[in-house]
C-alpha cells in the first residue's frame, strides 16, 4: 500500500526502517508509531546506541570476531584452551557454537566463505591470518564448523590443503541426522552420510 | 536463545531493537548485523533520523493529525473541503481513509477511542476539540469513521450525542460484507447489518 505521509519526518522514519532485511513498509510504520509513543530520552538512547555500535565496534585481532576492545573477551579468557580452533564463518556462528557449551577452545571468524557466484574468493577471508595462528605453533587441533553447502565445502577443501604441511589434527563437524528427527523424513543424502560415519555405541553418549 | 556476546555494543543493541513490538532477540540481532555490515553514514542517518523525528514531530493544532509544522498538510491544503470532517482514531487510520482516495474533505483524528478497561475516558480524546470545531461553524457534515467494535462504538454514540445540539449530519461509515467476501463464509451479524442496510441497485454503482 502506498502511504500519503502527512510529515516528512515520518517519512524518512519509515524509509530508513525499511531498508532493514525483512521489515516492510507496513511493519516499519508501526514500529515508527510505536517508537513515537515512548519517551524522548529512550528513543535518543536507541538511536545512539546503534550509531555508537557502528563507530566505535571492533574486530578481534586474533580471531577477527566482534569485539569492544583489539582482543575479543573469547580471546582473552584465560581458562580458555588455547590448542585448538574451531574455525566458523561469522560472528554469529561464535554464538551458535558457543550456546551448545560443547566447545572451550578458541575461534577463528572467517567472514565468509568461498563462494565464486557472489564473488568471494580465499583472498576475501581471513584464511591466510589462520594459516599464520597455525604457523605460529602450540595448536593441536582446527575444527571445521562451516555450513554444510557446497560453499562451506569449497572453503573446507581450501583451508584442509593449506594446514596441510603443519602437523596438527584438522577434524569436520559431524554430519548426520538431527536430534530428534524421524528417519522416515530425512533426507537420503544426510541418512547416508550418518551411516558411512556411524559410530561405536558406546562412544555415542560421551559429551 | 541466549546469546553469549563478546561485545556489549552489540548487546546493547540487541536489546535496544528487541524492545521494539514484534522484533524478537533471534531478529534484533539480524538486523544489528545487518546494520555492521553497512556504511557508518548511512547507519548514522538512520540513528539521527529516528532521534529528529521523535523530537521535532509536531501535532496538527486543528485535527492532531501527525505533522511537521503546526497546521498539518492536510488541513493546509485548500483544494479539501471544509464542509466535511472525518473522525478517525489514530494517524494511521487518516492513512487508510487517504488510501481510498473517496474522501477530499478535512480529518479530526481522536487519539484513541473510549475503553473503560484500558482506563481510557472521553476526557483522554480529542472530542471537546471537535466540537468547538463544529460549533465554529462550517461544518455541514461529520463522517464517524471508528472501528466496529464496541469501544468504537460507544464512542461514536458519545460523540454523537455531544454533537446533537448542532444542525449538521452525522453519518458513519457503512457496515457489511467485505467486497471479495463469500457469502457462504460471512459472519451472521455482518451479513444481517448488510441485509438491512441494503442500497437500492442503481446507487450501488456510485462512486
Known sequence: MSQPFSSALLENAVNEFA???GIGRKTALRLVLHLLRQEEESVETFGNTIIQLRKEIKYCQICHNISDSDICALCNDAT???STICVVENIKEVMVVENTRQFRGRYHVLGGVISPMDGVGPSDLEIDSLVTRVAAGGIKEV???????????????YIFRKLAPYDIKISIIARGVSVGDELEYTDEVTLGRSIVNRLPFNETFKS
Request: hydrophobic share 40%; net charge negative; no cysteine.
Open 143 to 157: 575444527i571445521l564448523a562451516l555450513s554444510a553447502t557446497m560453499e562451506g565445502d569449497t572453503t573446507n577443501f
Open 19 to 21: 531498508k532493514l532485511p
Open 80 to 82: 580458555r584452551d588455547d
